[in-house]
Structures are given as structure tokens and as C-alpha cells.
């Protein structure tokens, strides 16, 4: 059973207006919203408290009426690598992660949710594993990164990618993804060459992410290069095979003028074979993108090996005689279980409380027309 604990209201869900009329409501100055507004957005103060230029009694009643964020800390670990993996607790018991990655050139990039659970039931994905719960709100995709963000910049760091790569397909949740991603730019100040959005492949989706003429990067997660293949891997496939896939692809690629980059997770003698890769070579011909391949994390519920580094640099050669540029990622946090969906997988393993939030969607339900 979940239990709903009455709250305050969340002022990061509060826009400039909205803070302007309600400070004005409660006597205070106009300058005042704009100072509120910065602690939140440019300073990125965790507390009411620090908002040191504001009247004592003004922090107080903001404090009586408003929290900081919706989301609370229900887990965290920390990698060896300084990669910070997170489980969030919303607000009607939900569990969703989030990781911030911090790389030597100094990008810190925070992987975000943009929903609890996942319909599109990819074997090898232990969110797909898990089934669907339900959509985050725009606010709840947002604050994951803010919440990275605040706590980079108390060590007087910044955040400055973002990735909507964790829990969740964003484009089965597309407007509260694009109203977040929105933020991200507008209230947090990321570029959108800095946000990279994730899909599983939702052809229409893909469509109209072009049309938006958002500078934002696209990646589109393949996995295999035939239809009989992927199908198997990604049950999404039957219902935008890949012709449709690339045709989307090749478009957004035409319309935006941008590379995009494409995600395959090696499979140890499933999707990492010399003929996988000559077939991706074809497919991709003369499409300006990038291919990034992960060794596969392995999860509960699905039976696959990792590739071996040997096969991982087979692969990418392959593909340089197609001229696409391919590399491998480096597996961060791998010792937290930082492959999306793992940390809340094996925290409710530990935990096995009962109770099951988590719904069974038919993938077609799921799916836009
Ligand atoms: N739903 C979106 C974004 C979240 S998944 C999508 O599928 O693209 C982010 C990436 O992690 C995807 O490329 C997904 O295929 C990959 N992934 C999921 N489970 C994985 C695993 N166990 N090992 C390696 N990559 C995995
Ligand atoms: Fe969902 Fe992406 Fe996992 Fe597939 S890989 S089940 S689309 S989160």
C-alpha cells in the first residue's frame, strides 16, 4: 500500500508570474521575486535560509508554505569512478533514478527518468523488466537535474550536460519531456547542445521532435540491424520497423541539420557479429551520425553476456570501413549498478515489501498512432 503524506507546495513549480503575484500578495516589493527567482535558478540554494538578502521573516513564511523540490533522497550510492547514482522517492511512493556522471574534462553529466517504470518492455532493460508505473510530471523530469545541479553548485561546480537516458521512454511521455527540457534551457541555463534526448525509436515522435526546431541532440537506441533481430530485442519494432525507423532518422537528420547519434548495446554473440555490423554499415548509408556502443550491463531478467573487448573493437572497425564513426562507452558506475533501473531493481529486491505499484500496459496501448 502506498501511503500519500500531505505536502507542501513545490516552488520550483511556481513560474517568475507566478512568484511575482504571490510575493505581491503577501505585501512584499516587486525586486523580490526576481531575488527569490535567482536563489532558486542561479545560485541554486537548497534552503530557504540561505536566501541571505531576503527579510528574515519573508524566508520564514516561504518556509511555512513552500518546500524545495518534490522529489526526496531515498537511496544513494557512490562509484569509485565519482560517478553518484540516486533513487528518488515521489510524492505518491514511485521509485525513480537518476545518475550524475562527472568526466575529467569536466562535464557533469546528470541521466535523467522521465518516467516511473517503462512500457516498452526491451528484454535486456531492467526498467522494461519492471513494466509501466506512470508518467513523470514536467516539474518531476526537471528537478532531477536541478537537484544535481544544487549540490554541484555548493561545491562550487556547475552541471553542465543532461541526458534523458534513465528510467522510462521520453517520447511515450513527449510533452512533459519537452516542457522539461524546456526548463532545463530557459531556468537552468543548459544549452540545448548540452541535452540529449534518448528514444527507443517512436517513429511519429521522432517526426515531430524534428519539426520543434529544438537545437537539442537526438539519440536513437538500435540494437540490432534487422527486423527479426530487433524485434526480439525491442518488442517496439513490430510496430515501427526499421525502414520507418531510418526514413525518421534521415529526416530528422535533413531537417535539423545535426548528426545524431545512435546506441547499441553489445550482446556477447547475439548482436556483435561481423554480419550485425556490415548490415549496420548498409543500413546507416550516407546518414551523418555517430554510433555509440555499450557492452551490455546485465540484469536479472535477461539471459546475455556482455560482449568481450576484442569483439567491441571488431565491431567498430567494421563500421569504419562504412566511414561511420563508432566508440565504445565507458561503463560508469558499474559497480553501483548504474544501468538504468538496476539501483531500484535491486533495492526492491532487498527491500520486497509487498505491494506492487507497477502495472502491466500492453505495448500497443502504449504506442502514439
Ligand atoms: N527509453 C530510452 C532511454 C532510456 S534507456 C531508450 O531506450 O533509448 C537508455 C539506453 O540504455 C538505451 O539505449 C537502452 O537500450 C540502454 N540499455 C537499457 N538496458 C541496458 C543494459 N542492461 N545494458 C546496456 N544498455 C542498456
Ligand atoms: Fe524503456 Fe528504454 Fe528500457 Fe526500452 S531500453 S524498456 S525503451 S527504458
Known amino acids: 500500500m502506498t501511503i500519500v503524506l500531505p505536502q507542501k507546495a513545490d516552488i520550483y513549480g511556481l513560474t517568475l508570474q507566478d512568484l511575482t503575484g504571490l510575493l505581491a500578495g503577501w505585501g512584499q516589493p516587486k525586486f523580490r521575486a526576481k531575488q527569490v527567482w535567482d536563489w532558486l535558478y542561479d545560485s541554486r540554494v537548497d534552503s530557504?535560509?540561505?536566501?541571505?538578502?531576503?527579510?528574515r521573516a519573508l524566508r520564514e513564511q516561504l518556509d511555512g508554505a513552500?518546500?524545495?523540490?518534490?522529489?526526496e533522497v531515498d537511496a544513494e550510492q557512490h562509484s569509485v569512478d565519482g560517478t553518484v547514482k540516486r533513487l528518488f522517492r515521489l510524492h505518491d511512493g514511485q521509485l525513480i533514478e537518476s545518475v550524475l556522471m562527472e568526466y575529467d574534462d569536466e562535464r557533469r553529466t546528470a541521466c535523467i527518468s522521465t518516467q516511473a517504470g517503462c512500457a516498452m518492455g526491451c528484454v535486456f532493460?531492467?526498467?522494461?523488466?519492471?513494466?509501466?508505473?506512470?508518467?513523470?510530471?514536467a516539474d518531476e523530469i526537471f528537478e532531477q537535474a536541478l537537484y544535481f545541479?544544487?549540490?554541484?553548485?555548493a561545491k562550487g561546480d556547475r552541471l553542465?550536460?543532461?541526458?534523458?537516458?534513465g528510467m522510462g521512454e521520453p517520447f511515450h511521455n513527449y510533452d512533459n519531456s519537452i516542457a522539461a527540457v524546456r526548463r532545463l534551457m530557459n531556468d537552468l541555463g543548459i544549452g540545448a547542445r548540452h541535452i540529449t534526448i534518448s528514444t527507443v525509436g517512436l517513429?511519429?515522435?521522432?517526426?515531430?521532435?524534428?519539426?520543434?526546431?529544438?537545437?537539442?541532440?537526438?539519440?536513437?537506441?538500435?540494437?540490432?540491424?534487422?527486423?527479426?533481430?530487433?524485434?526480439a530485442l525491442l518488442p517496439v519494432n513490430r510496430r515501427y520497423p526499421l525502414n520507418d525507423l531510418i526514413a525518421a532518422c534521415r529526416y530528422y537528420v535533413r531537417k535539423s541539420g545535426r548528426r545524431m547519434t545512435f546506441e547499441w548495446t553489445l550482446i556477447n554473440g547475439q548482436n556483435d557479429t561481423p554480419v550485425q555490423a556490415h548490415t549496420l554499415g548498409q543500413l546507416l548509408n550516407g546518414l551523418n551520425c555517430h554510433v555509440n556502443v555499450i557492452p551490455l550491463n546485465p540484469t536479472g531478467g535477461f539471459e546475455g553476456d556482455p560482449s568481450v573487448t576484442a569483439r567491441v573493437e571488431q565491431f567498430i572497425a567494421i563500421l569504419a570501413t562504412y566511414n561511420i564513426t563508432a566508440t565504445s562507452r565507458v561503463r560508469r558506475g558499474i559497480d553501483i549498478d548504474a544501468g538504468c533501473g538496476q539501483l531500484k531493481s535491486k533495492v526492491?529486491?532487498?527491500?520486497?515489501?509487498?505491494?506492487?505499484?507497477?502495472?502491466t500496459v500492453d505495448l500497443e496501448d502504449a504506442l502514439p498512432e
Open 160 to 165: 553542465s550536460n543532461v541526458v534523458l537516458m
Open 348 to 359: 526492491e529486491r532487498a527491500r520486497r515489501a509487498g505491494g506492487d505499484d507497477t502495472a
Open 48 to 55: 530557504f535560509d540561505k536566501m541571505t538578502n531576503l527579510p
Open 203 to 231: 517513429v511519429p515522435m521522432i517526426r515531430r521532435f524534428a519539426d520543434e526546431d529544438l537545437q537539442v541532440k537526438l539519440a536513437v537506441s538500435l540494437h540490432a540491424a534487422t527486423d527479426a533481430e530487433r524485434s
Open 66 to 71: 513552500y518546500r524545495l523540490g518534490a522529489l
Open 149 to 153: 545541479a544544487r549540490d554541484l553548485e
Open 125 to 137: 532493460c531492467a526498467t522494461g523488466q519492471m513494466g509501466f508505473a506512470r508518467q513523470l510530471t
